[in-house]
């Protein structure tokens, strides 16, 4: 109907406009910063490997992902009917659950060269925006809750410096890393002020390689003559941005209107600069 359209339009336009003016904050989110605990199981022969494990990244440090904004208005509350409140919340879009795998050749039993790919199945953030309506007998509530995360495809070729000695050796790795990951954000809206009304918009962020530095520091108990276990903490450097952004998803209602809005709504392309009589 006329009111849904011109809801939807003008949701539309205010998504793709704070997109574009908050690309910097975009920019300043986007940090993969982590440190990563993880341990390995390492079948080898005399000079090849594998290695496979998993863990968990832990940001090292944290940039601001959204806020959760609430604003209440209670009519009976005669001085103070308006109240807000604001929490930031912060983190970053390397931490998350990690799952590895690798090819090794050791030159000597000091000296590796370590060829890893890596998955990162990352953490999701909540954020909301939520005005709440109270007037005698009627109340009415107006919020949006997004939900964001990442997933990461990780190549990382290094080299492993061992002690090589003993049943317990520790050891260094540094290397390159290089990713193409994409960002999901989810926005789940609803209003009951004027009948009740609900829809669900799905945002992706991709476009744009990722290059960092690795270094790791670890211990390597020996099993048996072709099996070894690995502990290591993992620290990895990297910043993305994206270049581009798609509403791959959007109901209200429960219905289906993604292929009816047009494509000026639902693709984002981020840029350096612009003019703005171009929009």
């Known amino acids: 109907n006329n009111k849904c359209r011109r809801l939807l339009i003008e949701d539309l336009l205010i998504t793709v406009k704070s997109k574009r003016l908050n690309r910097t904050k975009m920019k300043k ?35 601001q992902i ?75 509530i107006d919020e949006e809750i997004y939900k964001t995360g990442s997933n990461s495809l990780f190549f990382n070729p290094s080299l492993i410096f061992s002690a090589g000695f003993g049943k317990g050796a520790p050891y260094a790795r540094f290397g390159l890393i290089a990713t193409n990951p994409s960002l999901t954000e989810k926005t789940k809206g609803f209003s009951n002020s004027d009948g009740e009304f609900s829809y669900d918009i799905k945002w992706k962020y991709s476009g744009g390689m990722a290059l960092g530095y690795q270094a790791a520091a670890g211990m390597n108990w020996k099993i048996s003559d072709k099996l070894d276990f690995f502990t290591e903490v993992n620290f990895v450097n990297l910043t993305w941005y994206a270049k581009k952004g798609e509403m791959v998803e959007y109901t209200e209602n429960g219905q289906d209107l993604l292929p009816n809005i047009q494509t000026l709504y639902k693709e984002i392309e981020f840029v350096k600069e612009y003019d703005p009589q171009d929009i």
Do not use: C, W
């Open 29 to 63: 989110a986007l940090p993969f910063l982590a440190l990563l605990a993880i341990s390995f199981i390492n079948v080898s022969g005399q000079s090849v490997y594998l290695r496979a494990g998993t863990g968990y990244s832990l940001p090292a440090a944290t940039a």
């Open 66 to 140: 959204g806020e959760n904004y609430l604003h209440s208005y209670n009519s009976a509350n005669l001085d103070f009917p308006n109240s807000y409140s604001t929490e930031v919340v912060t983190g970053s879009y390397g931490a998350g659950m990690n799952f590895q795998f690798a090819i090794g050749y050791k030159f000597n039993e000091n000296l590796i060269l370590d060829v890893n790919i890596s998955y990162l199945a990352g953490k999701k953030y909540k954020t909301s925006d939520v005005y709440t309506y109270t007037d005698g007998q009627f109340s009415s």
